[in-house]
């Protein structure tokens, strides 16, 4: 190791395509962790958490070796010890490990789990794609009906109209089972064997380890092949057949919006039969200025420093950052917002009895990015109606006792305690479209009294202090 480098201090950014998510944003996140919980439990989905790491061998023998979440886009290391670790791509291998670990073979089946958390892989962080997002994810382990297919799409769909989406599309397709795709896989490499000189190189790659994704690829070149390919709903065996089938009338029944989507194969080999992805048309409504903020690292607007605190004041201006990166405002044109599909096979490639499986995932910061840009109501205003303004240190002194008298009278109530002259805070208290001011200066503390101010008037009075939760009760209800 040698000496301790000597670090100058400098501005730090979040490494490339990981965020914070900031105060504002949190009212959506939270309606959405809000309704997840809502309607999973409804549904009785329990939840479960696992750990952030897992053995790097769990994705290898799950998600599959050939394919670019395990080839290109894992985080994995070896600990000192030498352990092979990875932080979790993706949320079902580690939940049907944790099916198995914990026992759950036992209990009445289907099992029903739904978890809720931060997941990670190293892609080019472009077009809403982050290197650690967060996922919410409902599995039902041990019923092979369609229509555990079709509960979780009804489910993924309610939660997209609660949220005030409607413009949504599921893109659905069956890969087959492990009796009929074998049959499929040598037929589509009859085809395109004799076409490989003109496919991309992913493709040539593919043919060779995983000719299913050939109906993946996004290449220009390799368009006109797969247009021509043999289908796969052309060569299910009788069973997929009918679980198809099975699957589009409930999805008929429930008036769930949906498109045949042969070529849709999903990137994950422990896939069977079904498979979905959700598509939202997420332009912003006319007239309505989107309530997105395009990049992370922006100057701040005007006034804003004002909110972030007393401290801004004294504060030094920031020191310039060079070279923020350039982040391109999110499409998600022909991005999936949603996907899942059948794992029949997983619970048995873990060691398990043989168990069928459905699950899907809906991408968070994807669903958030929609609900700003078509403006979704979150429903919590978190305006507050009370500012509370202070002067001199002994007022300051009585302020946390004030204020927590009006937190448990469930009065919410704004202030700026750092602050020290009252035009100021008066001046915050105006912006927040607060109705009244509370002031507590120097003789009011002294005096047991506080003035109550009606911001749109201007009028004020003097109140006993022990009086002013009552008023203000009163006041509010009007
Ligand atoms: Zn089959
Ligand atoms: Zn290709």
């Known amino acids: 190791m040698g000496r301790k480098k000597k670090f100058k201090p400098r501005i730090f950014l979040a490494p490339k395509g990981m965020h914070d998510i900031l105060p504002e944003e949190q009212k959506y996140w939270e309606r959405v962790r809000h309704m997840t919980r809502t309607l999973f439990s409804f549904y009785n989905f329990g939840r479960i958490d696992t750990p952030h790491i897992e053995e790097t061998e769990l994705f290898l023998q799950s998600v599959g070796q050939d394919t670019d979440i395990v080839e290109k886009e894992m985080y994995s290391f070896i600990t000192t010890g030498g352990d092979e670790l990875t932080l979790r791509p993706e949320g079902t291998a580690?939940?049907?490990?944790?099916?198995?670990?914990n026992g759950f073979v036992n209990r009445s089946h289907p099992v029903k789990l739904y978890y809720f958390g931060s997941y990670f892989r190293h892609e080019s962080p472009q077009r809403g794609r982050f290197r650690e997002f967060n996922q919410t994810g409902l599995e039902i382990i041990g019923d092979e009906n369609a229509v555990a297919d079709a509960e979780i799409m009804h489910i993924f769909s309610i939660l997209l109209k609660e949220l005030g989406i409607s413009d949504y599309v599921f893109h659905v397709n069956s890969v087959g089972c492990k009796d009929c795709r074998p049959h499929y896989r040598s037929l589509l490499l009859q085809y395109y064997r004799p076409k490989a000189k003109g496919l991309c190189r992913d493709c040539k790659r593919r043919l060779k380890q995983n000719p299913l994704r050939l109906l993946d690829c996004k290449e220009e070149k390799c368009q006109v092949y797969k247009a021509n390919a043999p289908q796969l709903l052309d060569n299910l065996c009788e069973a997929c057949k009918k679980h198809f089938t099975m699957l589009l009338e409930f999805l008929d029944e429930g008036q769930i919006p949906y498109a045949l989507d042969m070529h849709l194969v999903r990137g994950l080999d422990y896939?069977?039969?079904t498979v979905f992805e959700v598509f939202v048309n997420a332009e912003p409504k006319p007239n309505q200025k989107p309530e997105v903020e395009e990049i992370a690292m922006r100057e701040p607007?005007?006034?804003e420093e004002e909110k972030a605190g007393a401290k801004a004041?004294?504060?030094?201006p920031e020191p310039v950052i060079e070279k923020v990166p350039e982040e391109k405002p999110m499409s998600l044109k022909g991005i999936a917002i949603a996907s899942g599909g059948r794992y029949d096979n997983l619970v048995q490639l873990l060691g398990g009895r043989p168990t069928p499986a459905v699950g899907g995932a809906i991408g968070l910061e994807r669903l958030v990015y929609v609900m700003k840009m078509l403006r979704v109501k979150t429903g919590?205003?978190?305006k507050n109606k009370v500012f509370f303004v202070q002067l001199g240190d002994f007022a300051k002194k009585k302020s946390f006792k004030l204020l927590e008298e009006m937190r448990d009278a469930g009065i919410s109530v704004g202030e700026s305690l750092g602050r020290d002259s009252i035009k100021s805070q008066l001046k915050i208290a105006d912006k927040s479209q607060a109705?009244?001011?509370?002031?507590?200066?120097?003789?009011?503390a002294i005096d047991n009294t506080i003035i109550i101010r009606e911001?749109?008037?201007?009028?004020q009075e003097i109140i006993p202090r022990d009086r002013i939760i009552d008023m203000l009760k009163k006041k509010l209800k009007k």
């Open 94 to 101: 580690p939940v049907i490990r944790a099916y198995l670990q």
């Open 271 to 273: 896939y069977t039969r």
């Open 301 to 303: 607007e005007e006034g």
């Open 313 to 316: 004041e004294e504060m030094k």
């Open 380 to 382: 919590s205003s978190s």
């Open 435 to 444: 109705e009244y001011s509370l002031i507590l200066g120097q003789k009011e």
């Open 455 to 459: 911001m749109s008037s201007g009028i």
